[in-house]
């Protein structure tokens, strides 16, 4: 029996190196899902449909919604955003995790769903907030305009660290990503997550019996 | 401040691969304390007072046990076993985990004590019982005797396996030893245990404001 999918979710503002370390964490265990949002905004150039997200018209999304179909929506700056739910389920039945990037009230939405057992979720803050902008400028993609924007939904964020299982301060992304490993490694060999356990004990009473 | 200490509780029948789990425990953090039983039992040659345990007399024990000196106290085979409470307070407080080797009548003694909610347990499963009593042949310290006595325990204490946070089958001493630290590592992590972390938010909000 395989044991159901945890869902992983990694909350922080942008630039504290949320988007590296769900990475390193797909590239450590390729059985880890990510769960590609839904969204109304326009694909940007590059952006393909099923990779970076699931790109819906207006009423089909809402058509979505309607159905239950997401897991946790939200409008932000005039566009809907959305996790979509059968993947999730799919993944979960069959034993994997995914891995929600999403931001807190995606968060509060996943963790207060009837999947809520299955939540770990984790929040990554910023050494500093000078380490934060800097992080942002030396991108280089955006504007001082957008960076300021940034910076404000960043204190939005923030303010809700402490809405998570663990937290971690990524000062060195080396000694974030091992923790973060040891989080979902740990999470993992947790007794109710281990159903295969019972049939492991059931055959050591079995031997016992036998001697 | 400092975090308060973990109380890390380690179960298994002997010969699963505790003790040594234990110590390489201590050797990776050396700051983990190692909780000395207290016993009844009289020292057998080479066994030092406050280091393999703390002896006593039976009326000092059980004046210990009387002033809820003792965290938890059972007898096994006539003589009394117990873990004194005032060192694990002690380290507790300095931001100290304390590891105990107990059997299931010890961690359900801690675990239901006002300490309890600071109680990681942990309980380690063997492969096989035909690996566990080749464990036990392979020490050759003990009789066909003892070893008969210590299956009988064995099963006894496996069948509480289930009362455990987590749960490790001990088939590779390596793997398993990396999965114990990942478990030690992400409970230091939840955001409850991290007391430092409003004082880090704090200083966040300030670097806001000073925008």
Chains 1, 2 share one sequence.
Do not use: C
């Not at 939005?156 to 937290?167: G, L, M, N, R």
Request: aromatic content about 8%; glycine content about 8%.
């Amino acid at each position: 029996m395989a044991r159901r999918g945890l869902l992983l979710i990694l909350s922080s503002p942008s630039g504290a190196g949320k988007s590296t370390l769900a990475r390193r964490l797909m590239q450590w265990d390729p059985t880890i899902r990510f769960s590609v949002s839904a969204t109304t905004r326009p694909p940007r150039p590059g952006e393909e449909h099923g990779v970076h997200y699931w790109f819906h018209h207006h009423a089909s999304f809402r058509a979505l919604v309607d159905q239950n179909g997401m897991l946790e929506h939200a409008e932000v700056f005039g566009n809907l955003y959305g996790s979509p739910r059968a993947p999730v389920e799919r993944a979960m039945a069959e034993g994997r995790d995914t891995l929600f990037d999403v931001d807190w009230q995606g968060g509060q939405q996943i963790r207060n769903s009837p999947l809520g057992r299955d939540v770990v979720s984790v929040f990554i803050l910023p050494p500093s907030i000078a380490e934060l902008e800097r992080r942002l400028r030396d991108r280089g993609q955006d504007s001082d305009a957008v960076i300021s924007g940034r910076m404000a939904k960043s204190r939005d964020e923030i303010s809700h660290w402490a809405e998570y299982d663990y937290v971690l301060v990524n000062d060195d992304l080396e000694a974030t990503f091992v923790r973060l490993q040891a989080i979902v490694t740990a999470e993992r060999l947790k007794r109710d997550r281990q159903p295969d356990l019972t049939g492991h004990v059931r055959g050591l009473n079995r031997e016992f019996e036998a001697r």
